[in-house]
């Protein structure tokens, strides 16, 4: 059986360009719907070559750090749509099925 942060990983390679997951969204696929920090520390260890700068706040937010403007810029070259607040506009642009 995968690990945690395997099968986070697993989500995370799967979702499309131009789309984004939740970091709560992604534990709610994996069992556990009160687990978003939990994603979120497997997100710190993310392996290079996954997309992990699709994974943002449930409110669209995108999490803040030394990387949020290069994530932010990754969206915007998806053609991730955005509003006017800054958010993800996550109506749009949230993967429901993968």
Do not use: T
């Not at 995968?2 to 696929?29: C, H, L, N, R, T």
């Not at 803040?64 to 607040?85: H, T, Y």
């Amino acid at each position: 059986m995968k690990s945690f942060y395997e099968q986070v990983y697993d989500i995370v390679a799967s979702i499309p360009y131009g789309k984004v997951m939740s970091y709560g969204q992604i534990a709610g696929w994996l069992g556990n719907p009160r687990g978003a920090r939990m994603v979120g520390w497997a997100m710190n260890h993310c392996p290079e070559g996954l997309p992990w700068h699709r994974v943002v706040m449930a409110d669209g937010s995108v999490a803040d750090g030394q990387w949020a403007d290069m994530r932010k810029a990754r969206l915007i070259s998806e053609n991730v749509k955005f509003l006017p607040c800054g958010r993800v506009d996550m109506k749009v642009s949230q993967i429901v099925n993968l």
